[in-house]
Each structure stands twice: as structure tokens, then as C-alpha cells.
């Protein structure tokens, strides 16, 4: 249970540092980055809690595939937009 909690503390970390640093760019403007923040983190958490054996490995798979889906979902919402 210690490790879970030191992963979980980890991976917000990670997240709040890149949704910061992200938001210094203008989202509004690129939602490519936002739709690929977005499911970095939304897929890590999700990977995490499936993933009961082992989180770590969860959220890394998690997070490639969301981030990978966001990325896409934004390019989707940018190309309708424009």
C-alpha cells in the first residue's frame, strides 16, 4: 500500500507540473496540446485504477494510449473549428 501511495503522489505531481506548464501555452489556440494533456492524464489515472497487480505499469500504457487519443481528439477539433 506505501508504494501505491508514493506512485499516486508521483503521478500528481507529474500531471500538475505538466498541466501548468501547458497552460502557459495558449491552449485556445493549439487543442492539440490540451486533447493530449488532457488523455495523458485521464488515461494514466484510468490504467492505475484497472491495473490492481501492478499501477505503474497501468498508468504508463494508460497514459500513451490516451495521450495518443487526445492528440488525435484535438486534431479533430481543430480541423472542424478552422
Not at 31 to 42: C, E, L
Request: net charge positive; charged share 20%; glycine share 18%.
Amino acid at each position: 500500500m506505501q508504494g501505491l501511495k508514493r506512485f499516486t503522489l508521483a503521478t500528481l505531481t507529474v500531471v500538475v507540473s505538466t498541466l501548468t506548464l501547458t497552460a502557459c501555452n495558449e491552449i485556445e489556440k493549439n487543442p492539440r496540446t490540451w486533447g493530449t494533456v488532457g488523455g495523458v492524464a485521464a488515461g494514466a489515472a484510468a490504467g492505475a485504477a484497472i491495473d490492481h497487480d501492478e499501477p505503474a505499469r497501468g498508468a504508463i500504457i494508460g497514459g500513451a494510449v490516451g495521450g495518443a487519443a487526445g492528440n488525435v481528439g484535438g486534431k479533430i477539433y481543430k480541423d472542424a473549428r478552422d
